[in-house]
């Protein structure tokens, strides 16, 4: 990814307003037992602690107990915590993005029923507000947006590709059309 402009604020700022009561028993309930590990098709590849799917979550964590709990908000006050660097969000991103599919494997799991997949899209959240998309995921969404599909397939080549399929059919001895735009 070539080097962004990071609003590391932007991210922050989305984290928390993001946490609410039901995503502040998600973080605290975890008991760092490791069983989304062994469920990450990631971590298990590669061992990668940072691949831990609770761990992608991190940075949510510690921006709920930074500010949220009574002692992480001493602990800020005494100038005891780490800050979110931009560094922070950029490593981030490899792990929220590059090292997770959303399969939901880690939550299913999850002893304490922590839904680990929604923090993680809140995590993915925070990167995009501060700019950290990665270039084809964002290059995707433009298309579907403007084109009405994230590969931009316009609707001459999804017609085309319809009228391939028919001819198939038709030598699979299958009769009848595929309508379009009919109902």
């Given at each position: 990814m070539s080097e962004k402009t990071v609003n590391a604020k932007a991210a922050l700022e989305t984290y928390a307003n993001e946490?609410?009561?039901?995503?502040?028993?998600?973080?605290?309930?975890?008991?760092?037992?490791?069983?989304?590990?062994?469920a990450c098709h990631f971590y298990v590849s590669t061992g990668n602690p940072n691949y831990t799917p609770i761990w992608k979550a991190e940075l949510l964590r510690r921006v709920y107990q930074q500010k949220f709990t009574p002692a992480g908000r001493l602990a800020s006050a005494l100038g005891l915590v780490r800050p979110i660097t931009e560094e922070n969000l950029r490593e981030w991103v490899?792990?929220?993005?590059?090292?997770?599919?959303?399969?939901?494997?880690?939550?299913?799991?999850?002893?304490?029923?922590?839904?680990?997949?929604?923090?993680?899209h809140v995590a993915r959240e925070g990167l995009a507000a501060a700019g950290l998309v990665p270039e084809d995921l964002m290059q995707a969404t433009n298309r579907q947006v403007e084109e009405g599909s994230p590969l931009g397939v316009t609707d001459d080549v999804f017609e085309e590709r319809l009228e391939l399929f028919e001819d198939f059919l038709e030598d699979a001895d299958y009769e009848g059309d595929i309508p379009i735009d009919k109902q």
């Open positions: 946490i609410n009561g039901w995503m502040a028993s998600q973080l605290d309930a975890c008991t760092r037992c490791g069983l989304c590990a062994e490899e792990y929220d993005y590059f090292a997770c599919t959303m399969c939901n494997r880690c939550s299913q799991v999850c002893p304490m029923g922590i839904d680990i997949a929604s923090l993680i």
